[in-house]
């Protein structure tokens, strides 16, 4: 069985590629990269992450080892690629980040040691996680392969979309695996400009998200389980995940986020005064710690009241059906929100801020003008608060939102964009990973066929059995307690965890019921009586519509 190391992978997306990866191959990974332990496999073993602490000389040695070896690939990338100067309090910043980057480094280099690794898989490479290890690698000449999260980069599609000179594209690793054709013929075009050649390969497997968007999700149902007003205009912000490249970056790109966000609020409240709208704010989980998000949370609050929002809902998680249940995403940032929200069919406005380093650097009309999704105006590029506002208008009008819709769906059928599942798509990386290292192909089917009836996700162990009998527990107290919406996401909780689960099933249906929606009713029905023919609630309410 092949050997792989996984670095970098997300608690609440990732768990379908990582479950998969463990039915094709021995998985390593240090005990503190994955933050929530779901998967039990034999296959998934967590490597004790080395002690390492550096001498100064040693540290100050790996750091020109690393910087020479960037250097050396940016000039191979694009040689006429501007190199700015580090100024002191940059350097000083970037110290103790830079510090535990090269003892991650260090540490996976004494694990490559000691196992027989055969290939190295991260998500999102250019991190200060995941480059250490992507750069040891490939010294270490171990093959790399990057997942990244669909269309995130893709405006960067010709270097005249920057200000002032070319930067270095942000991939490290031997092979991108992209989600769309699109972006890939985007990134090749892009590397077609550098002297890069083929030692990088894009290929497209798709992306598997379990947070992704979530088509067989209605509007109704998504409302309903977020607590959303059903006949209100719902309009949702959604910030984006900020790399550390210091230990201060983060904290100031948030600050950018929470300002951007209050300029889309002021507008929304001008421009809807006289409709009834709510707002949902998706805050990045990345940022989500319970102090940065409760402050976030009520100064946010408070401003929405000011601007005329009278909802105003912020959520980290569920991002599946916050843009299920919306009719127009607002994103303040370049990010992979925007591609989920081109496949969940919603339109999109793009808000940079001027002050921030995007605002700065990249050519409004010249991404509004080279990129499909925003020559197609299926995404709007704004930088000023009356071109927010005019977006907003454009979106919220019927007939802009059909002509939206049928546009989205001729891109994706005319450039063969697939709607595949999670499942299908980390089977796709792992097929692909089992060929690229030589497996035989009958042990490649073999893995297809124990893939059916691997458990999802391992159903039937005591301790997951116990999280879903308390999870139904509290559903049913809240349920008593006349709670409905609360009652609604805790049942649907208890399906995340046990999707079999009858009880849980029938409450979502009479949930529905109630509320009116009875083709959503009969759905949740019908999922029983697949899982149970005899079942009584089913029946009787069944026989009846």
């Not at 995940?241 to 904290?251: A, C, E, G, I």
């Not at 916050?322 to 992979?336: G, N, R, Y």
């Not at 107290?477 to 029938?506: H, R, W």
Request: glycine share 4%.
């Amino acid at each position: 069985m092949k050997t792989i190391f996984v670095a970098g992978f997300f608690r609440d997306r990732d768990v379908t590629l990582l479950r998969t990866l463990c039915e094709y191959f021995r998985v390593l990974m240090f005990p503190d990269e994955y933050w929530c332990q779901t998967v039990q496999s034999a296959n998934l073993i967590f490597v004790e992450k080395p002690q390492i602490t550096l001498s100064d000389k040693d540290f100050t040695y790996e750091m020109y080892t690393y910087l020479a070896f960037v250097e050396e690939t940016g000039k191979r990338i694009l040689p006429q690629a501007a190199h700015h100067p580090v100024h002191k309090d940059e350097m000083l910043a970037m110290y103790e980040t830079a510090r535990t980057s090269v003892e991650l480094a260090e540490a996976f280099k004494q694990i490559a040691t000691q196992e027989k690794i055969d290939m190295v898989i991260v998500s999102c490479d250019l991190t200060p996680e995941r480059t250490p290890i992507v750069i040891e690698a490939k010294k270490l000449g171990i093959p790399t392969l990057d997942i990244e999260h669909g269309y995130s980069g893709a405006f960067l599609r010709h270097h005249t979309f920057i200000k002032g000179t070319q930067r270095i594209v942000p991939f490290i690793s031997d092979f991108v695996n992209l989600d769309n054709i699109l972006e890939q013929q985007l990134w090749q075009e892009y590397y077609a400009q550098t002297q890069r050649g083929g030692t990088m390969q894009f290929i497209v497997n798709g992306t598997p998200s379990d947070v992704s968007y979530d088509l067989s999700l209605t509007k109704e149902r998504a409302r309903l389980q977020l607590g959303l007003q059903q006949d209100a205009l719902t309009i949702c912000i959604a910030g984006t995940w900020h790399d550390m490249n210091n230990p201060l970056s983060p904290l100031r790109d948030l600050f950018e986020d929470v300002e951007a966000m209050l300029l889309v609020l002021r507008t929304i409240g001008e421009e809807f005064s006289n409709r009834k709208v709510q707002v949902v704010v998706k805050i990045h989980p990345a940022h989500a710690t319970p102090d940065i998000a409760a402050e976030i949370t009520e100064f946010l609050m408070a401003e929405a009241k000011n601007y005329g929002i009278h909802f105003l809902k912020i959520m980290s998680t569920n991002l599946n059906a916050v843009l299920s249940a919306s009719d127009i995403l607002i994103s303040t940032a370049f990010s992979s929100v925007l591609w989920e929200g081109f496949m969940a069919l919603l339109p999109a406005v793009l808000y940079i801020s001027p002050n921030s380093w995007s605002g700065r650097n990249i050519q409004q009309d010249k991404v509004q003008q080279g990129n499909l999704l925003y020559e197609k105006d299926c995404i709007r590029f704004t930088t000023q608060a009356k071109e927010v506002a005019e977006a907003l208008r454009f979106f919220s009008r019927e007939e802009n939102i059909r002509h939206f819709k049928s546009t989205a769906e001729n891109i994706r059928r005319e450039l063969h964009i697939n709607e595949h599942t999670a499942v299908e798509k980390s089977r796709n990386i792992c097929n692909w990973v089992a060929n690229y290292l030589g497996l035989d192909i009958r042990e490649k089917s073999a893995f297809k066929s124990t893939y059916a009836s691997f458990p999802e996700p391992l159903l039937k162990g005591p301790e997951t059995v116990h999280i879903a009998t308390a999870k139904l527990r509290d559903a049913d107290e809240a349920m008593a307690k006349g709670n409905i919406s609360q009652a609604f996401a805790l049942y649907q909780d208890v399906l995340s965890t046990e999707p079999q689960n009858e009880d849980a099933l029938c409450a979502l249906g009479h949930i529905s019921h109630v509320a009116g929606l009875v083709n959503e009713a009969n759905i949740f029905y019908s999922t029983v009586l697949k899982i149970n023919p005899s079942n009584q609630k089913a029946l009787e309410f069944l026989s009846r519509h």
